[in-house]
């Protein structure tokens, strides 16, 4: 069987899946980076390979340095904050899952201000290519989209023009009032987007 293997082409070995107990490996390492490096950005690795259960080895294998973590710690949080979108609207009205949603996503571009500091340290280090917004774009489409049809969003609005209504976010300090002060804004924000009768 080994020998099969070895005769397998490289490009046809890499594209396996990871087992299950590797993927769960690798989902335990981000959720454990994502929450210390929330807290501290130079977290040491060490500390988190300890939290999240397994060794030294393992983690190396998937993440063979600080840089390529942090990477992937905001790839896999963007991630998350576009997949909630769907979870919102099945337990929310559109309007109401469009709101929750934008303090997800006020959430993650300020209570994890260092985190995204120390990402753009790191892409700059190693060249990468910053992670696409096409997950965000594709879930305020679908919150739109669904109060539009609903009757409680305004008609036309795209989600270019969402982030051009939101982009003050990004420049609200992360002090001890950013919370207020994006929950301010982004109340205006949404009474703006809201149909009226």
Do not use: C
Not at 55 to 83: C, K, W
Not at 177 to 197: F, I, P, Y
Request: hydrophobic residues 45%.
């Amino acid at each position: 069987m080994g020998q099969a293997m070895a005769q397998r082409p490289e490009s046809e070995q890499k594209a396996a899946p990871l087992r299950s107990d590797a993927q769960r490996n690798r989902e335990r390492i981000l959720e454990v980076a994502l929450a210390e490096m929330t807290r501290d950005p130079g977290t040491p690795l060490s500390a988190i390979a300890r939290k999240a259960g397994v060794g030294q080895g393992t983690f190396y294998r998937n993440f063979p340095s600080r840089d390529e973590l942090i990477i992937e710690v905001f790839r896999h949080e963007m991630a998350r904050v576009a997949d909630s979108a769907a979870e919102l609207l099945a337990d929310m009205a559109p309007d109401a899952a469009l709101r929750a949603w934008m303090d997800r996503l006020a959430d993650h571009a300020l209570a994890k201000a260092g985190l995204m500091e120390a990402m753009r340290q790191a892409m700059s280090a190693t060249g990468t290519e910053k992670p696409s917004p096409a997950g965000l774009i594709a879930a305020v489409t679908t919150l739109l989209t669904a109060g539009q049809e609903a009757g409680t969003i305004r008609t036309g609005v795209t989600a270019e023009d969402f982030f051009y209504l939101i982009a003050g976010l990004f420049s609200i300090p992360t002090d001890d009032q950013w919370k207020e002060r994006s929950t301010r804004m982004l109340d205006l924000v949404m009474d703006g987007l809201r149909a009226r009768s």
